[in-house]
C-alpha cells in the first residue's frame, strides 16, 4: 500500500474515534454488581451506613446513660434535702422548764442579786451591840432557816436532774437510731444538732445542779460567819462593864429568914 493512502486511512481512523473518547459514559464501578430487579448494591456505601448507624446507637446509648446518672443525681440531691421525721425539741424543753422551776422555786433568798444583797444587809452584815438578846435569836434563827432551805433547794434540783436522767436517755437512742438511719445529709445533720440539743440541756442540767449545790454551801459559811461574829460580839457585851452580870436580892421561901 503507498504511503500517501496509509497515512490517510489512519487519519480517518483517529477522526472516527475522537467523538467517543471524548463523549461522557456512565462506568459501573468494578466493585458494585446488579442485584434483582437492576437495583445497585454497594457495598462500601453499605458499610460506611453501617458504621454510622453505630456511632449514632453509641451516641444515644451515652445520652441515656447521661439522663440515668442525672436522674440518680437528682434522686441523692432529694434524699439529702429530705427533713429528719423526728424531733426531740420538745422533751428538751420540757426538761430546762422542769430544772428552771425548781430554781425558781428557792426559799427566802433566791437566784437574785438584788434579793441576795439586801439579805446580807439584813441577817449577815455586821451585829449590832445594841441588838437586844430576842432580836439576836430571831436573827440566827432566820439564817438557820435560810440555810436548812438551801439544803432542801439543792436536793430538790437533784432529785430534778436524776429524773431527767430517763428521759434523755430514751432520746439520745431515738437520735443515734435516727442518724444512723438517715437517708441524706440533712437527716444526719439534723440528728446531729439534735443530739448537741440534749448535749445542752445535760449541760444547763449539771450548771443548775452546781448552782444549788453552791447556794447552799454559802449558806452555810454565811451562818457560820454570822455566828462567829454574834458570839463575839455577845462576848464583848457579856464582858464590858456595866453591862454584863449584874447582882441582885434574892427571895426564898416566901421571904423568910
Known sequence: MPVSRLAGASLLALTLAMPVALSPMSVTPAHAFFGFGGVVFDPSNYAQNVLTAARTLEQINNQIQQLQNEAQMLI???RNLASLPYSALQQIQQNVSRTQQLLGQAQSIAFDVQQIDQAFQ???????????????????????????GGLQDAMRVQAGVV???????????????????????????????QLLALQSQQLSDLIALMSANGRSEALIEAERATAAEQGRVQRERFLTPGTGYQPGNAQMFNGNN
Open 122 to 148: 439584813q441577817q449577815y452584815g455586821n451585829v449590832s451591840l445594841s441588838a437586844t438578846d430576842q432580836q439576836l435569836v430571831s436573827d440566827a434563827r432566820s439564817r438557820w432557816e435560810n440555810t436548812v
Open 163 to 193: 429524773g431527767n436522767i430517763d428521759a434523755n436517755r430514751a432520746e439520745m437512742a431515738a437520735l443515734v437510731g435516727r442518724s444512723q438511719g438517715a437517708t441524706g445529709a440533712l437527716q444526719a445533720t439534723q440528728a446531729g444538732n
Open 76 to 78: 441523692n440531691q432529694a
